[in-house]
């Protein structure tokens, strides 16, 4: 057998074929060990002093007055969302269209008026168990996995899910399959089989899934304090063991044949169609679903002043989560426009705000700080403060939460601060209408909740003329530092102070 040759390169020829490269060295001549450590440490610093020596060479080339971001000023930009186009099919259901041809795409919703509030007494979680069973419990005599092979066949989705405002069954699909997609969306909106099978295995996941909160302390503190904020009302009830355990098919069958209707759904199709042909195959499909709607659950009263008490968790971790606020008002109210820049300022504007200031950045208590509020339409919406915070800091952080909320309304707020909380809010609104689906759906959604046409719009404009003084008279109107509702998920065994200081203690079981 005959040997490879070696190809061999001259000794004179050697270093020009590899020159600059530490392997091309003789076997002899390379680094080893320390050796070669301290090669690459020496490459290091040299590629690091060319990198300062670049830098500097490029700040003395640059102006010496660069300008201050703060103070730049731009034209003024004029944006204005495509109007989705309206229409009512036969059966009364509103439809909004708005016609997108970047891509051969086309997607829709169905917004119900279902939501979680909705759910009897005893069966908490019915509207979401619902929610679920429309598209996964089979539907128009498909059984699932039929659904299941058709929508990955034909590459389309059809989604439904449940919140405490409304529910919604949602479809994507290529513009060439729409037509097929269209009936399957529509039988899973209005003729759920709700396969014992796949009831069981929805129950076993909720079941599962509320198991799991009281693993996650945040989780656990959100669902306590919203509980507690609300109790009584539906709107802080959540499902326990005992209510999934509860519900039964013939639930399930009740509650879509009382809420699901063509009195209370309203459409919204974006993608790449033609209007008039669009409109008439929804009629053809889903304009043919006729159905009476059910009085609408009679909900209780809401009690806007809840008792002032210290809720508290038991449960052996290194950081407390704590949770102040009390309700405040219903969305896009003459107070609400005055008490956002409020909190805004306190601490929904992030980095800026008071909090994250104060509690964090200046004195490093708190792992995550900040505010909320929540929209209320039918009941009022929900204000607290938060920061997730070491255990031993426990005490002093609520008093910085505590002080913070009654500073609002004692010592106000400066007009700098006003001023960015605007801009904050005016620049954060262009994420409304970040796609032609984005603005068709919200106009379907503010149909749904009644809101009045340009309700956001004149907030935008309310707020850029708001003044400190309105903020300071909203936040004494909306805030009780002495009312607040207070919980704590934490280990009160290495608490820097007990909570009794804070009012009186109620522990809440670990459930």
Same mark, same amino acid.
């Given at each position: 057998?005959?040997?490879?040759?070696?190809?061999?390169?001259?000794?004179?020829?050697?270093? %020009?074929?590899? $020159?600059? !490269?530490? @392997? *091309?060295?003789?076997? +002899? #001549? =390379?680094?080893?060990? &320390?050796?070669?450590?301290?090669?690459?440490?020496?490459?290091?610093? %040299?590629?690091? $002093?060319? !990198?300062? @020596? *670049?830098?500097?060479? +490029? #700040? =003395?080339?640059?102006? &010496?007055?660069?300008?201050?971001?703060?103070?730049?000023?731009?034209? %003024?930009?004029?944006?204005?969302?495509? @109007?989705?186009?309206?229409?009512?099919?036969?059966?009364?259901?509103?439809?909004?269209?708005?016609?997108?041809?970047?891509?051969?795409?086309?997607?829709?919703?169905?917004?119900?008026?279902?939501?979680?509030?909705?759910?009897?007494?005893?069966?908490?979680?019915?509207?979401?168990?619902?929610?679920?069973?429309?598209?996964?419990?089979?539907?128009?005599?498909?059984?699932?996995?039929?659904?299941?092979?058709?929508?990955?066949?034909?590459?389309?989705?059809?989604?439904?899910?449940?919140?405490?405002?409304?529910?919604?069954?949602?479809?994507?699909?290529?513009?060439?399959?729409?037509?097929?997609?269209?009936?399957?969306?529509?039988?899973?909106?209005?003729?759920?089989?709700?396969?014992?099978?796949?009831?069981?295995?929805?129950?076993?996941?909720?079941?599962?899934?509320?198991?799991?909160?009281?693993?996650?302390?945040?989780?656990?503190?959100?669902?306590?304090?919203?509980?507690?904020?609300?109790?009584?009302?539906?709107?802080?009830?959540?499902?326990?063991?005992?209510?999934?355990?509860?519900?039964?098919?013939?639930?399930?069958?009740?509650?879509?044949?009382?809420?699901?209707?063509?009195?209370?759904?309203?459409?919204?199709?974006?993608?790449?169609?033609?209007?008039?042909?669009?409109?008439?195959?929804?009629?053809?499909?889903?304009?043919?679903?006729?159905?009476?709607?059910?009085?609408?659950?009679?909900?209780?009263?809401?009690?806007?002043?809840?008792?002032?008490?210290?809720?508290?968790?038991?449960?052996?971790?290194?950081?407390?989560?704590?949770?102040?606020?009390?309700?405040?008002?219903?969305?896009?109210?003459?107070?609400?426009?005055?008490?956002?820049?409020?909190?805004?300022?306190?601490?929904?504007?992030?980095?800026?705000?008071?909090?994250?200031?104060?509690?964090?950045?200046?004195?490093?208590?708190?792992?995550?700080?900040?505010?909320?509020?929540?929209?209320?339409?039918?009941?009022?919406?929900?204000?607290?403060?938060?920061?997730?915070?070491?255990?031993?800091?426990?005490?002093?952080?609520?008093?910085?939460?505590?002080?913070?909320?009654?500073?609002?309304?004692?010592?106000?707020?400066?007009?700098?601060?006003?001023?960015?909380?605007?801009?904050?809010?005016?620049?954060?609104?262009?994420?409304?209408?970040?796609?032609?689906?984005?603005?068709?759906?919200?106009?379907?959604?503010?149909?749904?909740?009644?809101?009045?046409?340009?309700?956001?719009?004149?907030?935008?404009?309310?707020?850029?003329?708001?003044?400190?003084?309105?903020?300071?008279?909203?936040?004494?109107?909306?805030?009780?530092?002495?009312?607040?509702?207070?919980?704590?998920?934490?280990?009160?065994?290495?608490?820097?102070?007990?909570?009794?200081?804070?009012?009186?203690?109620?522990?809440?079981?670990?459930?």
């Amino acid at each position: 057998m005959r040997r490879a040759r070696r190809r061999t390169i001259p000794p004179a020829r050697r270093g %020009a074929a590899v $020159a600059g !490269t530490v @392997a *091309a060295r003789p076997p +002899s #001549a =390379r680094p080893r060990g &320390a050796a070669h450590a301290r090669v690459r440490r020496s490459l290091a610093l %040299a590629v690091t $002093a060319l !990198t300062l @020596a *670049a830098l500097a060479a +490029s #700040a =003395r080339a640059q102006p &010496a007055d660069w300008p201050d971001p703060t103070r730049m000023s731009f034209p %003024a930009l004029d944006f204005q969302a495509q @109007a989705p186009r309206k229409a009512v099919l036969s059966n009364g259901i509103t439809v909004y269209l708005a016609e997108d041809h970047a891509l051969p795409l086309v997607q829709g919703v169905a917004y119900v008026d279902a939501p979680s509030v909705y759910d009897p007494a005893g069966k908490v979680g019915l509207a979401a168990f619902t929610a679920r069973l429309l598209r996964d419990g089979g539907a128009g005599g498909r059984t699932p996995d039929a659904i299941d092979e058709q929508l990955a066949y034909l590459g389309a989705s059809v989604e439904a899910s449940s919140s405490d405002a409304y529910a919604s069954v949602s479809f994507s699909a290529l513009a060439d399959n729409v037509d097929q997609v269209l009936p399957l969306w529509q039988d899973v909106l209005t003729r759920p089989d709700f396969a014992p099978a796949r009831i069981e295995v929805e129950r076993q996941r909720q079941l599962e899934a509320i198991r799991r909160v009281a693993d996650n302390p945040v989780q656990l503190a959100v669902r306590e304090f919203s509980y507690r904020v609300a109790e009584g009302h539906p709107s802080g009830a959540y499902p326990t063991a005992d209510t999934i355990g509860a519900i039964r098919r013939s639930d399930l069958a009740a509650f879509h044949d009382a809420t699901y209707a063509p009195a209370s759904t309203v459409v919204a199709i974006t993608g790449d169609f033609d209007s008039a042909k669009m409109l008439k195959t929804l009629d053809a499909t889903l304009g043919t679903w006729r159905h009476d709607l059910a009085p609408a659950p009679q909900l209780p009263p809401f009690d806007e002043h809840p008792a002032p008490k210290v809720y508290f968790v038991q449960k052996d971790v290194q950081q407390s989560i704590i949770i102040v606020g009390q309700p405040a008002m219903r969305a896009y109210t003459a107070s609400y426009d005055a008490f956002s820049v409020a909190n805004q300022i306190l601490g929904a504007g992030g980095f800026t705000s008071r909090l994250f200031t104060d509690i964090r950045t200046r004195r490093g208590l708190a792992y995550s700080t900040g505010s909320q509020l929540t929209q209320g339409f039918d009941f009022p919406g929900i204000f607290l403060a938060y920061a997730f915070t070491r255990a031993d800091a426990t005490g002093q952080v609520l008093h910085l939460l505590l002080d913070e909320i009654d500073r609002l309304g004692t010592e106000g707020v400066t007009p700098a601060e006003v001023a960015q909380a605007r801009e904050q809010i005016v620049n954060q609104a262009v994420f409304r209408d970040t796609s032609v689906a984005a603005t068709t759906e919200r106009t379907a959604r503010v149909q749904l909740l009644g809101l009045p046409e340009g309700y956001f719009q004149a907030f935008l404009d309310t707020v850029q003329g708001i003044t400190p003084a309105e903020v300071q008279a909203a936040a004494r109107q909306v805030l009780d530092p002495h009312g607040l509702v207070i919980m704590v998920v934490g280990n009160a065994s290495a608490f820097d102070e007990p909570l009794s200081d804070f009012g009186t203690v109620e522990q809440v079981p670990l459930q």
